[in-house]
C-alpha cells in the first residue's frame, strides 16, 4: 500500500487519506508528518546521488509564493531548474525574496559544485546581483516573456487599443527574433524609433528596451562565451510552477516554516523521481526517465523515498 505522504503529495486530501486510514484527521495529520521527516531534503539529495559534472550550467529560477502560519504574508519558495537536464537540484524556503535570500540560494548551489554558467529569471534584481556576487562571470538573462508583460500592463493594451499595434511592432521586429545579440538588438531598436516618435510612452518604451539590451540578449552570450544552451524565458519553471500552484490551493496553507519547508522539498523530490511524459521537441528524449537520472553519479542507485507505485 502506498505510504499516505506520497498520495497526499501527488493530492489526495487529508480527509480522503484519513477515511482510508480508518483515523481522524488530526491523527492522519501527524503521520504526514512523521512521514515528512524521513524523507530526506531535496538539497541532500542532490549531494549525496548526483554528479555536478552532468547538470548542464543553465538555471532557470524563479519563486513560488505560498501562505505559512505566522506569516503576515505569503512568503517564497525558491528553487532552480536545470534547463538541459530539467532536474531540480536546489530549492530554498525564505521569509523574502531579496538579495540576502538569493545569496542563500546561490551560496547552496556553489556548495555542492554546480556548474553554474547562466540564469535564466524575472527582473527581480535580487536574483541576478546575488547569482554574480556568488559566481562572478555568471550571465543573466532576463524572460522575455515577463519583459514583455510588463511592457503590456503599463501600455493597457488588454483594455485599451491604443498601443496594441505598436506592442505588435515591437514582437515582431525585435522580441520574436531569434539569436538577436546586443548590438543587432540596438540597431533594431534604432531603426524601429522613429516610427514610434509620435508618443511619449512609446518613446519612453524604446528606450527602456535599449537600456536592458544587454540582460535581453545574454542567451547569444552565454552560447558564444560558455557554450550552454541558455533560455529566453522562464517557461520551464513556469510549468512547474502551474503544477504546484493547483497542488497548494487544496492545502491553502502549512501550520510552520518547518512543515512548509519539507512538504515543498518533498514536493521537488517526488517530481524529480517521476519520469517525464509530455517533453516535447527538442526535449522530447527525456521523457520516459525521471529527472535526477539525467544527474545522478555512475554506479549509484537513487533510493525510493517515497515507495513509489
Known amino acids: 500500500m502506498e505510504p499516505i505522504l506520497s498520495l497526499h503529495i501527488k493530492g489526495t486530501s487529508i480527509r480522503t487519506l484519513a477515511h482510508r486510514e480508518d483515523k481522524g484527521i488530526g491523527g492522519t495529520y501527524r503521520q504526514l508528518v512523521r512521514e515528512l521527516a524521513m524523507v530526506p531534503h531535496n538539497n541532500d539529495v542532490t549531494a549525496w546521488y548526483c554528479n555536478w559534472k552532468r547538470f548542464g550550467g543553465s538555471l532557470v529560477v524563479d519563486g513560488k509564493y505560498v501562505a505559512v502560519k505566522g506569516y503576515d504574508e505569503k512568503i517564497p519558495f525558491i528553487y532552480g531548474m536545470d534547463y538541459v537536464t530539467h532536474d531540480i537540484p536546489i530549492c530554498l524556503l ?3 525574496e531579496n538579495f540576502q535570500a538569493m545569496v542563500q540560494f546561490f551560496t547552496k548551489l556553489k556548495n555542492m559544485n554546480y556548474p553554474l554558467k547562466s540564469v535564466t529569471c524575472d527582473e527581480n534584481d535580487a536574483i541576478r546581483m546575488a547569482a554574480q556576487y556568488v559566481f562572478p562571470g555568471v550571465i543573466v538573462q532576463i524572460c522575455h516573456v515577463h519583459f514583455l508583460e510588463n511592457i503590456r500592463r503599463t501600455l493597457k493594451v488588454r483594455s485599451e487599443e491604443t498601443y496594441r499595434g505598436f506592442l505588435a511592432d515591437l514582437e515582431k521586429h525585435i522580441f520574436k527574433i531569434e539569436n538577436l545579440g546586443r548590438d543587432r538588438l540596438e540597431a533594431r531598436v534604432r531603426w524601429r524609433s522613429p516610427r514610434h516618435y509620435d508618443d511619449p510612452l512609446k518613446i519612453a518604451t524604446m528606450q527602456h528596451i535599449f537600456e536592458n539590451s544587454e540582460k535581453l540578449t545574454a542567451y547569444v552570450k552565454a552560447k558564444g562565451i560558455f557554450h550552454v ?6 517557461n520551464l ?18 501550520e510552520s516554516f518547518q512543515t512548509a519547508e519539507r512538504w515543498l522539498s518533498a514536493w521537488i523530490l517526488r517530481k524529480r523521481l517521476t519520469p517525464f511524459t509530455d517533453c516535447r521537441g527538442k526535449f522530447k528524449s527525456l521523457n520516459g526517465s525521471p529527472s ?17 507505485q
Open 229 to 234: 544552451d541558455c533560455p529566453r524565458t522562464t
Open 292 to 308: 535526477i537520472e539525467n544527474t545522478r553519479k555512475g554506479g549509484v542507485k537513487i533510493p525510493d523515498f517515497f515507495h513509489l
Open 237 to 254: 519553471i513556469e510549468s512547474m510552477n502551474k503544477q504546484l500552484n493547483g497542488r497548494l490551493k487544496t492545502i491553502q496553507g502549512f
Open 94 to 96: 525564505a521569509t523574502s
